[in-house]
């Protein structure tokens, strides 16, 4: 279990900036001693912001990106290439400017895909992509070096939210319907399997978020706020810009 630490940067472009560069140095990192590296991404400003930082990077040459897997931590049930998901988002700001192996592109299910418009459907086809990438010893889960979460202003990550049914869903991938942020449908992994994640990081930015961030890491209840919810194995990293950061409670301050 990880203790959560903060680092607080001067603003949303210098967050993104930040973010990138640790990336980029995580999956080499992770190359250098596993001979491969696999991140989940997510979606919203901020995590778009940080996918252009990276492909604006020289450093990113330095990846060997045919042996990065990507996965995806939450996505919204849409069909396939719709501006509003995540994948679409995340392959304009980055995924199509590296050379990537697309076999080990993993998006979430679109709503026009092989597994129907039934989103259920589409949650239990990714839980089996994911599982047939289990790591030796783990049934449903393959190694994730880095998971990457934006924080929403009522504290959910992907696309687990506050006093949400898909609290009780002990599945690794659950099918959300009535999201409170459009689109009402999306798919999402849940707080266990975030968890499973080496080092996670939530990444916020704006005072809108601050709120949120200073209760998670004041320790609310997950169910209530879902980012106080989230652990990385080895890391769990807080990731904010000045605005995010107003209200982080003191003990946290220290880490800054
Ligand atoms: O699909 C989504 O909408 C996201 O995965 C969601 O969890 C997002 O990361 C947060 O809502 C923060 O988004 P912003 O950075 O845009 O505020």
Redesign the pocket.
Known sequence: MSEASVAVHADADLLAQAVAARLVVKLLDAQAERGQAAVVL??????AAVYRAVAALPARDAVDWSRVDVWW????FLPAGDPER?ETQARAALLDAVPLDPARVHPMPASDGPAGADPEAGAAAYAQELARAARPGHATLPHFDVLM?????DG????VFPEHPVHHDNRPVSAVRGSP?PPPL?TTLTLPAINTAEEVWL????AD?ARAVGMALAGAGPVQLPAAGVQGVTRTLWLLDRAAAADVPPRSRSLR
């Open positions: 997510t979606g919203g400003r901020i995590a931590g939450d996505e919204r995540n979460l934006g924080v929403g202003e959910h990550v992907a696309s942020k999306r990444v916020a930015s704006g978020k």
